[in-house]
C-alpha cells in the first residue's frame, strides 16, 4: 500500500524559512510539490524526477524554493526561502508511480498524494 508522510510544515514570519519533507514507502519515478491558497485552485510549485535528478519548478518560487530528494529514504524535500504571506496554503506531496517520461508540472500525471501540510506565513 502507498504511503506518503509530509512533515515540516508550520508557522514563520516574513522572510523566514521552512523545509518541508515527504517520505514515500516506495521508490518513485517522480515526486512534486504542490499548494493550495485560500481560495484558489491547486498549484504546480516543483517536481524532481528520481533517475537523475532533473527538477521543474513554477515561475513563481524560482530563486527561493528548491527540491531535492534522498533517493535511499524514498524522500523529497522543499526548501522554502524569503517566504512571503502569499505563500501561506496547504501544500501536497505527490508522486508519479507510473515510470514513463511526461511533463510534471500538471497534477493529473500524478497519482498518489500526501495529506497536505499547512504552511502559515505572517507578515
Known amino acids: 500500500q502507498v504511503q506518503l508522510v509530509e512533515s515540516g510544515g508550520g508557522l514563520v514570519q516574513a522572510g523566514g524559512s521552512l523545509r518541508l519533507s515527504c517520505a514515500a514507502s516506495?521508490?518513485?519515478?517522480?515526486m512534486g510539490w504542490f499548494r493550495q491558497r485560500p481560495g484558489k485552485e491547486r498549484e504546480f510549485v516543483a517536481a524532481?524526477?528520481?533517475?537523475?535528478?532533473?527538477?521543474y519548478y513554477a515561475e513563481f518560487p524560482k530563486g527561493r524554493f528548491t527540491i531535492d530528494r534522498d533517493g535511499a529514504k524514498n524522500t523529497v524535500y522543499l526548501q522554502m526561502n524569503s517566504l512571503t504571506p502569499e505563500d501561506t496554503a496547504v501544500y501536497y506531496c505527490?508522486?508519479?508511480?507510473?515510470?514513463?517520461?511526461?511533463?510534471?508540472?500538471?497534477?493529473?500525471?500524478?497519482?498518489?498524494w500526501g495529506q497536505g501540510t499547512q504552511v502559515t506565513v505572517s507578515s
Open positions: 505527490a508522486v508519479r508511480t507510473i515510470p514513463i517520461w511526461t511533463i510534471l508540472t500538471r497534477a493529473g500525471e500524478f497519482d498518489y
Open positions: 524532481i524526477r528520481w533517475s537523475g535528478g532533473s527538477t
Open positions: 516506495f521508490s518513485p519515478y517522480a
